[in-house]
């Protein structure tokens, strides 16, 4: 929705260079389209008046994953078999983490520069594909603060959030928004919609049933079940002000372990 985020979008293929049919696959996939509606639609005040926004948050590092592996096909398998010559678990993972390296490196002890300042983060990696991996990685700790307040001045962190109940609805000027916890989700979606949108007779209907049923659901599920990642990484993400706000200590030192398998 926010100019930032899609001039940062458009960045990411500033210096280089693509092959014709990658190009073709990458243009056919991006988000250009949509933005230019949303920002046409919320361009015109009077349409925010009376709306309801309905959105969910994951934790960060099962959502990065499941936004890379949403990404392989188009994107990141261009990568992998450049580097690796094959693909397959082994060099999924290898990728995988080469860029959590690359991760490390452009954010750790940077705090003090804003997520806006993509240019000079990215300044020493010229690489499509990395930048991408650099946005993915940030976009569930920047999304709040970037989105629903950058375009609808909303500061949720002002705001109380139950980590247990694992859901909030919140009301501002003439517009509402409720947010949910994925984790939550399948507890508390159904009745929680309904209630939002003043329909007790809401249904879920699943559309979608997941990544692990696409070409790729093998490497996933293998992926996620052996994938070991830097404990610096993990505490990293952890300690962002979007994970510690939305979950408790508890929880996080849960996801930790999956991901860290001390």
Not at 118 to 138: A, C, G, M, P, V
Not at 183 to 200: C, D, H, L, R, W
């Amino acid at each position: 929705l926010s100019n930032v985020t899609f001039a940062q979008r458009e960045y990411t293929f500033n210096d280089c260079y693509f092959r014709p049919i990658r190009c073709e696959r990458i243009y056919t996939t991006n988000s250009s389209n949509k933005y230019l509606r949303n920002r046409l639609f919320l361009e015109d005040k009077r349409k925010l008046k009376g709306l309801k926004i309905i959105t969910t948050f994951r934790e960060p590092i099962d959502n990065l994953i499941s936004a890379f592996f949403g990404n392989l096909t188009n994107k990141f398998s261009f990568a992998i078999q450049e580097n690796y010559k094959v693909l397959n678990s082994d060099s999924i993972k290898s990728y995988f983490l080469q860029c959590i390296d690359i991760y490390l490196e452009v954010f750790v002890g940077k705090e003090y520069m804003a997520d806006d300042n993509y240019k000079e983060l990215w300044s020493n990696h010229k690489d499509f594909f990395i930048r991408q991996f650099l946005l993915l990685s940030r976009w569930t700790l920047i999304w709040f603060d970037r989105e629903l307040k950058g375009v609808f001045d909303f500061d949720i962190y002002s705001h109380s959030f139950d980590k247990k109940l694992g859901y909030g609805a919140y009301h501002q000027n003439d517009w509402s928004i409720l947010v949910m916890k994925y984790e939550k989700f399948s507890e508390v979606a159904e009745t929680q919609i309904g209630k939002f949108t003043n329909s007790p007779d809401f249904q879920l209907v699943s559309t979608n049933v997941g990544l692990e049923s696409n070409e790729y659901g093998d490497f996933l599920r293998d992926f996620r079940s052996s994938i070991v990642l830097p404990q610096e990484f993990v505490d990293y993400q952890y300690s962002s002000k979007f994970a510690r706000f939305f979950y408790t200590a508890a929880e996080l030192e849960q996801f930790s372990r999956r991901w860290v398998r001390a």
